[in-house]
């Protein structure tokens, strides 16, 4: 009878344990990057009250409506008028699957056509960045965050 015997098992644990706590180590590192990016994506400032014209009829019926009501404010004051919410401070990061997946985001509502999928035209002309450009303009970055936290861990095992 032929049996195998793995040598070096218990070293080879150690090693992937530590490319996991790099991994997440790295991940950690580079979500508060992101986020930071996010929140500092601000317009430049001579931009930021130009007028933003109404697309539909129903577009300026609403709010119309929603200034009778109240529920907005002309002019509009950040973190003062009704309703107001403030993309700028509101980007979290979490981290999921014991940190090997972290997530950043926002709850307020309007993000989407801000810094999302879905940004508008002003927005874009405005000089406001998506996720998706700041991924990319952060992507080597990121990477890098990964892979040194990954070599630093691995080389004290």
């Known amino acids: 009878m032929t049996s195998l015997r793995l040598e070096g098992a218990e ?31 601000k317009p430049p400032a001579s931009s930021a009250h130009r007028p933003q014209p109404f697309k539909t009829n129903k577009q300026r019926r609403g709010f119309f409506a929603k ?18 919410q403030d993309i700028t401070h509101s980007w979290t990061q979490k981290a999921e699957r014991r940190g090997l997946r972290q997530v950043v985001g926002t709850n307020v509502s309007y993000a989407s056509f801000v810094q999302g999928p879905h ?20 992507r080597s970055l990121i990477e890098r965050h990964i892979m040194q936290s990954i070599e630093r861990e691995m080389r004290k095992t």
């Open 11 to 41: 070293r080879l644990k150690r090693k992937l344990a530590a490319v996991e706590k790099g991994a997440r180590v790295g991940l950690k590192a580079a979500a508060l990057h992101v986020q930071g990016e996010l929140k500092n994506t």
């Open 67 to 84: 200034l009778r009501s109240g529920q907005i404010q002309v002019p509009y004051r950040r973190r003062i008028s009704p309703g107001s």
């Open 119 to 138: 940004q508008t035209s002003y927005h874009r002309k405005t000089g406001w960045k998506t996720e998706a450009q700041i991924l990319q303009a952060e």
